[in-house]
């Protein structure tokens, strides 16, 4: 057992300390033009029905959710504090080119808390009632996180797309994002094998125990498949910062001086001798 806290608490660490960097640095370019402002929209969302699905499955385990780790509830609170600074900064830097939320991220995200409200509405009522409940209602809250998590990543890499660069986006977050799927998915599997090794109940699905979190397994899968295609985009498609097709503009620096500075960087030639080299407007 001490295996699978060891690990869970270090997927914690890199699932929590993920969420600083981002911060970080729109606090320091006060800015938030190359994070997707429907990213921070649909994570906020998402990572409050976490906190909903894990404090509630911790407190009563035997609601469906699986194991529930103190780790987890730590890691659904934690980035819900986070993912409200990464929005709170949507409203008060700068955005760049996106002006207002997409129409999709709102509609997404006011039929993911419609879709919540009826569904412990209809829990509500077959408890009244004496119906027997056939799934968890607490479970579906966490199958809407996962729709979220897998949704969220989206406009990232499409904004990373049209812009042809990650510039303004932490790649250390996607790294430590990555690693904490990983670890995630694998503390998960000890768990799994130390509860059928005590019980002797194997089944994933349907079993005594009910010991599975497919949840936490869902969310580990596809941040690991979607953090290794920004990555991908990062260190492979848009390496070369000249490339940039909408280029970060700084505090007080105009977007060709910017351009300038990157190309300085990259051929290292000082800035002035490159300024002196631009032909007269």
């Known amino acids: 057992m001490n295996l699978s806290i060891v690990i869970g608490w270090t997927y914690f660490f890199c699932w929590a300390v993920c969420f600083y960097p981002q911060a970080i640095l729109n606090w320091k370019k006060k800015s938030v033009a190359g994070l997707s402002i429907d990213f921070s929209l649909i994570n906020f969302s998402g990572f409050l029905l976490y906190s909903i699905y894990n404090v509630t499955g911790y407190i009563y385990p035997g609601l469906g959710t699986g194991i529930v780790r103190p780790n987890d509830v730590m890691f659904a609170v934690h980035a819900f504090i986070f993912c409200s600074v990464w929005l709170a900064q949507v409203f008060i830097y700068e955005r760049g080119a996106q002006k207002r939320f997409k129409s999709w991220a709102v509609y997404t995200t006011i039929l993911c808390w419609a879709s919540v409200c009826v569904t412990f509405a209809i829990e509500g009522i077959f408890e009244v009632v004496g119906v027997p409940k056939t799934i968890s209602m ?3 809250t966490g199958y809407g996180k996962v729709v979220i998590t897998f949704q969220k990543y989206i406009p990232q890499i499409v ?10 986006y932490s790649i250390l977050g996607v790294i430590f994002d990555f690693s904490g799927g990983v670890l995630s998915i694998v503390q998960l599997v000890i768990d799994m094998i130390l509860n059928g090794l005590s019980t002797g109940e194997w089944s994933l699905f349907g079993g005594k125990t009910d010991a599975f979190n497919i949840v936490k397994f869902g969310l580990g899968v ?5 953090n290794t295609i920004l990555i991908f985009q990062h260190f492979v498609l848009y390496s070369d910062p000249l490339h940039s097709k909408y280029p970060i503009p700084m505090n007080n620096v105009n977007k060709t001086e910017v351009e300038q500075l990157a190309y300085a960087e990259c051929s290292k030639q000082s800035p002035d001798k490159l300024m002196s080299m631009r032909s007269p407007k």
Do not use: A, D, P, Q
């Not at 904004?159 to 303004?168: D, F, I, P, Q």
């Not at 596809?222 to 979607?226: D, F």
């Open 222 to 226: 596809v941040s690991v498949i979607l």
């Open 159 to 168: 904004l990373n797309y049209r812009r042809k660069s990650t510039e303004g």
């Open 138 to 140: 607490l479970r579906f």
